[in-house]
């Protein structure tokens, strides 16, 4: 069955630094995204990409983030300077149509941990 | 605005007993409702899911009611085994309000023997 991969699956890094996850979504999937879960949180949208630019973002996605899908498999979440309070879980997901019923098929997470 | 509230956990029950997990919701407009579970190790996989009033959801011995008038949407099953033992996420879409999902806070469900 095919499935939504995300690398790396955990990832530490010093406040400031640049830290890109990569997400491989499901290859007939049109519609992907990106969620985070600070820990003890709910998991909270933070993106959606259609078509190569974003469709919607939410109030977390600031300045610091980007999302990039640079070639035809993979996209990409890119945080500029790391702040601690990034530490999260973050989801990537994929889905076919972007109809309210339609599923979303989410990844395994990266942990990422910033000191 | 949309808002998922979810019971909290941990949740700990020995094998065979029923499960109940409490999900509310609040919502804008016609929102489809989701039952997602995280396995240790593995991604949120979609556990079932109801996208009107009235529609019950069900998946490996586990449902759930889309309750309009209670704005519910419990899980439950009747037998509970160990390899149940998961994080459950209750999750709300509404394509009126955007492609989001709208998530609670997962509840973490443990199943000894």
């Known amino acids: 069955e095919p499935e939504v991969t995300q690398t790396p699956s955990h990832q530490v890094t010093q406040m400031g630094q640049e830290v890109i996850l990569r997400c491989v979504p499901i290859?007939?999937?049109?519609?992907f995204y990106w969620y985070r879960q600070i820990l003890g949180q709910k998991v909270e949208f933070l993106v959606s990409f259609y078509n190569n630019e974003i469709s919607e973002k939410s109030e977390i996605f600031d300045d610091q983030f980007s999302v990039e899908r640079p070639d035809g498999s993979n996209f990409t979440l890119k945080i500029r300077s790391t702040k601690l309070e990034d530490s999260a879980m973050y989801f990537c997901?994929?889905?076919?149509?972007?109809?309210?019923?339609?599923?979303?098929?989410f990844g395994p997470g990266t942990r990422l941990l910033v000191l | 605005g949309n808002s998922v509230t979810q019971m909290e956990g941990p949740v700990t029950l020995s094998e065979e007993a029923f499960l109940t997990i409490n999900c509310t919701y609040t919502?804008?407009?016609?929102?489809?409702l989701f039952w997602y579970v995280q396995y240790p190790g593995e991604g949120l996989q979609l556990l079932l899911k109801?996208?009107?009033?009235?529609d019950k959801g069900s998946n490996k011995g586990f449902e759930a009611t889309y309750r309009k008038e209670t704005t519910s949407f419990h899980l439950e099953k009747g037998s509970v085994q160990v390899s149940d033992s998961a994080v459950y996420f209750c999750?709300?879409?509404?394509?009126?309000?955007?492609?989001?999902?709208?998530f609670g806070t997962g509840t973490s469900l443990t199943v000894i023997p």
């Open positions: 919502a804008t407009g016609y929102p489809s």
């Open positions: 109801a996208t009107k009033a009235d």
């Open positions: 997901a994929s889905s076919e149509r972007d109809r309210g019923e339609e599923t979303q098929y």
């Open positions: 290859s007939n999937h049109l519609y």
């Open positions: 999750a709300l879409s509404d394509l009126n309000t955007g492609n989001q999902f709208y």
